[in-house]
């Protein structure tokens, strides 16, 4: 593992937009924390931030000799070995973020070692195995349900917690939840739909909070992600996946984690990213902004696709269909809600009332 050198660089300094970006590593000096980096979307995005100059601390549950109860092989040290071996700054930490006694510690030593948080990104629990159940509410096996809320839900809010407070005193930061769908919906049970809802919402409300001390929140979304679990399942690697493209049109428009990594390290490059603070993102979008592009040389757009859907039953689709109906006409009402509320707000040079003691 490489050594971890301590920046000299001024709190606030050194942001720029993508677009004027010279340096190989514009986000050198900078310091980033990817909760749940051992695979997936979370590799991707460290092993990005660490391209990009930034020294990434790589949490999870998953060390070598102590695997996270996925029974998955990879690991937190493999993902900062990756890092290191091109040249980055990686430092692997093994913290359970449902447990907030570790989460604090984390940030108290990334605090005494360096004095600044530029970049948090919650990737926990993205797959974790409890949500892969499809099937309706009135049949979902419960369960595991609250172990669900707290591994893939409760653990972003705490690692939030902690890191905002880092960012809030120096008025910089940025913080990423990684969701699934650049729409309200997701697929799965509806502990899998409560979970990646929430988390839209999470970073939506963070982003009001966090907005006057220049700290910017967003959730972001993958495309159809290549992630580890992903390659297995359609039995190739990420040497030929390709071929998994005869059984699934649909993956050849796939991604690598890579992909959505360098968005999040374009974001964090983007000295006006406070205006896209409270928004859901999503790896094409944010391509098509920052012209990014994936490992391959390839800008891979799942936006721009016309996704076949001919492996879905009908049942399904028509799901499908009624959901995104019902989810317009819910957005045009709040969205008329909302413009109502706004509008009764005072104005913001009304001094609130003082109180007089009795």
């Known amino acids: 593992?490489?050594?971890?050198?301590?920046?000299?660089?001024?709190p606030g300094k050194g942001r720029t937009t993508t677009r004027s970006v010279e340096s190989d590593r514009p986000l050198t000096g900078q310091i980033a924390v990817v909760a749940g980096a051992t695979r997936g979307a979370g590799r991707?995005?460290?092993?990005?931030?660490?391209?990009?100059?930034?020294?990434?601390?790589?949490?999870?549950?998953?060390?070598?000799?102590?695997l996270s109860p996925y029974k998955r092989p990879e690991t937190i040290d493999e993902t900062a070995e990756m890092i290191t071996s091109s040249g980055g700054t990686a430092v692997p930490v093994r913290v359970d973020h449902t447990v907030e006694s570790e989460v604090e510690a984390l940030f108290a030593r990334i605090d005494r070692d360096h004095g600044r948080l530029d970049v948090?990104?919650?990737?926990?629990?993205?797959?974790?195995?409890?949500?892969?159940?499809?099937?309706?509410?009135?049949?979902?096996?419960?369960?595991?349900?609250?172990?669900?809320?707290?591994?893939?839900?409760?653990?972003?809010?705490?690692?939030a917690k902690h890191a905002a407070l880092l960012m809030i005193r120096e008025r910089r930061g940025l913080i990423v939840e990684v969701t699934e769908n650049d729409i309200l919906m997701a697929g799965g049970n509806p502990l899998t739909q409560t979970v990646k809802f929430a988390l839209k919402g999470l970073a939506l409300n963070m982003a009001a909070e966090l907005n006057p001390h220049g700290v910017a929140a967003v959730a972001i979304t993958p495309?159809?992600?290549?992630?580890?679990?992903?390659?297995?399942?359609?039995?190739?690697t990420e040497g030929n996946w390709r071929d998994a493209g005869k059984k699934n049109k649909n993956f050849l428009e796939s991604e690598s984690p890579l992909f959505i990594g360098r968005a999040v390290a374009a974001l964090a490059q983007d000295g006006d990213v406070l205006k896209l603070s409270g928004q859901l993102l999503s790896s094409w979008e944010l391509s098509r902004r920052y012209g990014f592009k994936d490992a391959d040389g390839r800008r891979p757009d799942w936006g721009a696709v016309k996704i076949d859907f001919s492996q879905l039953?009908?049942?399904?689709?028509?799901l499908m269909r009624t959901g995104a109906r019902t989810q317009i006409e819910w957005l045009n009402a709040i969205s008329k809600r909302t413009k109502r509320f706004l509008a009764q707000l005072p104005s913001t040079n009304i001094r609130p009332a003082t109180r007089t003691r009795r």
């Open 120 to 159: 948090l990104v919650n990737s926990i629990a993205g797959e974790d195995p409890m949500m892969a159940q499809w099937t309706s509410f009135w049949k979902t096996n419960l369960k595991n349900g609250e172990a669900v809320l707290r591994q893939s839900l409760l653990s972003h809010i705490i690692t």
């Open 223 to 236: 495309g159809f992600l290549r992630s580890e679990a992903m390659l297995e399942h359609m039995g190739v």
């Open 1 to 10: 593992m490489a050594r971890v050198e301590k920046t000299s660089r001024p």
């Open 313 to 318: 039953p009908p049942s399904l689709l028509e």
């Open 44 to 66: 991707g995005i460290a092993r990005a931030l660490g391209e990009a100059g930034a020294t990434v601390y790589c949490t999870g549950r998953s060390v070598r000799g102590y």
